[in-house]
């Protein structure tokens, strides 16, 4: 139970990591001279964002399973 709790922490610093590059990244676009093109790229870093923390937490779900239930596999 210890590994997945360190593995779904070392997913959600690693989610946040790059939340926060992507942010960083998209706050320079916006104040470049093409406004459209900034808001486009926030678009889709959102969307980016929201498909990685429904894979961690998904991830987190099947880890979580796997080890609950592997003394019965053996």
């Known amino acids: 139970m210890m590994q997945a709790r360190?593995?779904?922490?070392?997913v959600a610093v690693a989610m946040v990591l790059t939340i926060t590059?992507?942010?960083?990244?998209?706050?320079?676009?916006?104040?470049?001279p093409d406004g459209e093109r900034g808001a486009s790229a926030l678009e889709w870093a959102i969307?980016?964002?929201?498909a990685v923390g429904l894979a961690a937490v998904v991830g987190a779900k099947v880890i979580a399973a796997v080890n609950t239930h592997s003394a019965q596999i053996k």
């Open 21 to 32: 590059t992507a942010k960083e990244q998209l706050q320079r676009r916006l104040q470049g």
């Open 6 to 10: 360190k593995q779904t922490l070392l």
């Open 47 to 50: 969307i980016a964002a929201i």
